[in-house]
């Protein structure tokens, strides 16, 4: 097969322990997954059911790169998150058989433009420059269910230069990893490189260019960013 010019690189992510790849098909993103993050965006964790939305396969980033301050937002946020990996291909998912489908787990950033986001939200348009911007998801090592289990329970935080700034456990989840795997299975089939960002606790905070972002989840370690100059 012929192109008019040659196609881009498969983004992929790294595997704990290993030198080979997982290959991004798609990142989805769980919206308002804690209470008191929900609350914390003015919003209301009992009445408001699940709904995502997605950042482009090549927005991924490894641990310990540098990400430059994005442009057109002065309102940068991080985003501490648990990250699924699919690993088996599957359309209309019951929750009993959810786990099956997972690959693996990952820490994971999902960097913000929060004005942007905010600005989108309050005209009801989507949220796509808030979120899907260029290096906008920080994902560490994908540790193996195989070799590493599931994840349904531990502590996850964030700190920027040393000070804490996010603290949950990921116990805490409104939407369960069995549950958001069935719903969006309802929707569209799942794939082999699918990744899934469940959400993030309360206290999301700005980034500025200086700061080394360090997320972290019990079982699974941590990653860490440093936010560069703006490009």
């Known amino acids: 097969m012929a192109f008019v010019f040659p196609p881009a690189a498969q983004p992929s992510v790294a595997v704990f322990e290993s030198d ?11 919206g308002r997954n804690y209470a008191a993050h929900a609350r914390e965006m003015g919003k209301d964790p009992d009445r408001d059911p699940p709904f995502f939305f997605t950042k482009p396969a090549d927005a991924v980033v490894d641990s310990a790169e540098v990400v430059a301050y994005p442009p057109e937002t002065g309102n940068f946020h991080y985003e501490a998150e648990l990250v699924v990996a699919i690993g088996k291909a599957g359309s209309d998912i019951a929750e009993a058989q959810a786990l099956d489908h997972v ?4 820490v994971g950033n999902d960097l913000t433009r929060r004005d942007l986001q905010l600005a989108a939200r ?7 420059w808030g979120k899907a911007f260029d290096r906008s998801a920080v994902i560490g090592p994908v540790r193996p269910v195989a070799r590493h289990g599931h994840f349904s329970s531990g ?5 920027v230069n040393g000070q804490s700034r996010q603290r949950s456990d990921i116990d805490q989840l409104i939407w369960s990893v069995e549950e958001i795997i069935a719903i969006l299975s309802r929707s ?5 490189g699918d990744l899934i960002m469940t959400g993030t606790p309360e206290g999301v905070g700005q980034l500025v260019p200086g700061d080394v972002c360090v997320v972290a989840i019990e079982g699974l370690g941590e990653i860490s960013t440093t936010i560069g100059p703006a490009r």
Do not use: H, K, N
């Open 103 to 106: 690959w693996g787990y990952a």
């Open 122 to 128: 309050e005209q009801g348009r989507p949220w796509d």
């Open 155 to 159: 502590a996850i935080s964030l700190s």
């Open 188 to 192: 569209m089939t799942l794939q082999p």
């Open 20 to 30: 080979l790849r997982f290959p991004v098909r798609r990142i989805f993103c769980v």
